[in-house]
């Protein structure tokens, strides 16, 4: 296995550990309480399965910032339990049509269920990669995605098949985890990097990436920062991972390592537009 095909295991089974045994993916908040902390409304939960509601693992609502409509093809990367596939599914209704891709047997068996349950015809879950999507090129209207690209280590990749798979004039929206300057400690834990803070780059890496893939307009808005007692919560879930870090560098304790994180991990809304 090479680096990427590691995260890349490691990461597939923090998923299918967290949908399949009721835990919180990474210990930074009790289950189910996920998807309030990301902004979506509580009418909009109400009338999504509680599947859907209790299995949601974002970091923002994408589909709140965008202007998705009646007709539109919508993509979801890294669509989990599928809270954001029935969403879009609601919003472009019969005549438009939703795929959610997620590379876990647990996550997409979960999101069929979803779809199933809500009655909802227009939307497909594909099982693959986000950095070789199972998706037809310039297809889609929207791609989406809900904390998933610091997740990839192959950004580069992820960015190209965005603008592959986007219409001339499509329009990407994603939420996502973008930091600044992490210590070398947190940037080597695996643990770290299924919790979605490792593998988060910089905006301006973010905003190059996208646009060295041929994507314009890019804006980044900051949402929310990840507060101190959070990033505890996500190293004290990390202890193995974390005494292997430091081994190999000067020893940091715990809190230290937090502490170093603190006010350099945000979560993000982030938006782009394939040119005409
Ligand atoms: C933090 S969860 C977010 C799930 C969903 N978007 C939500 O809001 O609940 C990350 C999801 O991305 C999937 N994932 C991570 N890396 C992936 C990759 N390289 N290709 C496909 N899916 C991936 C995981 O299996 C997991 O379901």
Redesign the pocket.
């Given at each position: 296995m090479n680096d990427s095909q590691q995260i890349?295991a490691k990461?597939?089974h923090a998923?299918?550990h967290a949908v399949t045994t009721g835990t919180d993916?990474c210990g930074s908040a009790p289950k189910g309480t996920l998807a309030r902390r990301?902004g979506y409304d509580d009418a909009e939960l109400a009338a999504l399965p509680a599947e859907a509601v209790v299995?949601?693992?974002?970091c923002g609502n994408p589909l709140a910032f965008g202007e998705v409509r009646p007709g539109d093809a919508v993509l979801?990367?890294?669509?989990?339990?599928g809270?954001?596939v029935a969403l879009a599914a609601r919003k472009v209704g019969p005549t438009g049509r939703v795929i959610g891709?997620?590379?876990?047997d647990e996550?997409t068996g979960r999101a069929r269920a979803v779809l199933a349950e809500a009655g909802l015809t227009n939307a497909e879950i594909r099982k693959?990669?986000?950095?070789d999507l199972p998706v037809d090129s310039a297809c889609v209207d929207w791609v989406i995605?809900?904390?998933?690209i610091n997740?990839?280590p192959e950004k580069a990749r992820v960015f190209a098949e965005i603008a592959r798979v986007l219409k001339p004039g499509g329009r990407m929206i994603v939420s996502d985890i973008i930091a600044d300057g992490l210590p070398e400690a947190a940037r080597h834990s695996l643990s770290l990097y299924s919790c979605?803070v490792a593998g988060a780059v910089s905006e301006r890496e973010y905003r190059e990436g996208l646009e060295r893939a041929g994507l314009t307009d890019v804006v980044i808005r900051q949402r929310f920062e990840l507060s101190l007692s959070q990033l505890e919560a996500l190293v004290e879930s990390d202890q193995r991972a974390f005494r292997v870090a430091c081994d190999r560098l000067e020893a940091l304790s715990k809190g230290e390592l937090a502490v170093a994180c603190a006010g350099r991990v945000f979560s993000a809304e982030i938006s782009a537009r394939k040119p005409e």
């Open positions: 890349r990461v597939s998923y299918a993916c990301a299995n949601s693992f974002g979801d990367l890294g669509c989990g339990a809270i954001d891709v997620d590379m876990t996550m693959g990669l986000i950095e995605s809900n904390c998933v997740l990839s979605c």
